[in-house]
């Protein structure tokens, strides 16, 4: 099993930025790539962007548009969320995940990833 921890969400203002952690422990030889989901209230699950193992390959979701920055530090069992330009539709419960299967890409779908962790709140006021 995998446990994964996020950490960093809180109450900011529009156009701030903010930088949200995701530490993974447990049996995390057996995690490959790794993302960010996020819940809006009333909203589906949504992907935010993913990173593969060696952090060679970063998927964002369209939405980003150059606002957030996935990172990944294998040698803490870590992914990062740097998120600038804060806009009030941000806001919202972000999720980590992460994926054991080995594949060709970053997957985005929701059932592709095997261990989430509990979210943490984002909420950006305007």
């Known amino acids: 099993q995998v446990q994964l921890v996020e950490s960093g969400g809180r109450l900011v203002q529009a156009g701030d930025s903010l930088r949200l952690s995701c530490a993974a422990s447990?049996?995390?030889?057996?995690?490959?790539?790794m993302a960010w989901f996020r819940q809006a209230p009333g909203k589906e699950r949504e992907f935010v962007g993913g990173?593969?193992?060696?952090?060679?390959?970063?998927v964002y979701a369209d939405f980003v548009k150059g606002r957030f920055i996935i990172s990944r530090d294998n040698s803490k069992n870590a992914i990062y969320l740097q998120m600038d330009v804060l806009k009030p539709e941000d806001t919202a419960v972000y999720y980590c995940?992460?994926?054991?299967?080995?594949?060709?890409?970053?997957?985005?779908?929701?059932?592709?990833?095997?261990?989430w962790g509990q979210g943490t709140q984002v909420t950006v006021s305007s």
């Open positions: 995940a992460a994926d054991r299967d080995v594949r060709v890409r970053v997957p985005t779908p929701i059932y592709e990833y095997d261990y």
């Open positions: 990173i593969d193992r060696n952090g060679g390959t970063i």
């Open positions: 447990g049996h995390t030889f057996h995690v490959t790539a």
